[in-house]
Nanobody, 124 residues
Framework: QVQLVESGGGLVQTGGSLRLSCAAS????????MGWFRQAPGKERVFVAA???????YYVNSVKGRFNISRDNARSTVFLQMNSLKPEDTAVYYC??????????????????WGQGTQVTVSS
């Protein structure tokens, strides 16, 4: 059973930075596509960023140029570096994973494994 554990969330001012981490266990991390999603209060969980097992990255338009997803297969960890944070980035951020399938990386239904989430709050 694959387990994902996020860390790194917190409270930051507008324009600040945070780095989220997601540590995976119970599977062969290098074979997984990994993604980050977020859910604001009263809203659906939506795609933020993803990276395939081959290293191809995807971002939602609203975070392009500000967020960067990366992975360290030796540490079975995926990261989300978030810069120039805005109040609208406030949400619970979830790490997600799946075995490589070649299907859409932006669709949350395509992911089998989820972390518990970490809160990111950006104050104005």
């Amino acid at each position: 059973q694959v387990q994902l554990v996020e860390s790194g969330g917190g409270l930051v001012q507008t324009g600040g930075s945070l780095r989220l981490s997601c540590a995976a266990s119970g599977g062969t991390f290098s074979t997984y596509d990994m993604g980050w999603f977020r859910q604001a209060p009263g809203k659906e969980r939506v795609f933020v960023a993803a990276q395939s097992r081959y290293g191809t990255s995807y971002y939602v338009n609203s975070v392009k140029g500000r967020f960067n997803i990366s992975r360290d297969n030796a540490r079975s960890t995926v990261f989300l570096q978030m810069n120039s944070l805005k109040p609208e980035d406030t949400a619970v951020y979830y790490c997600a994973g799946r075995l490589y399938s070649g299907r859409s990386l932006t669709d949350r239904a395509e992911y089998a494994y989820w972390g518990q989430g970490t809160q990111v709050t950006v104050s104005s």
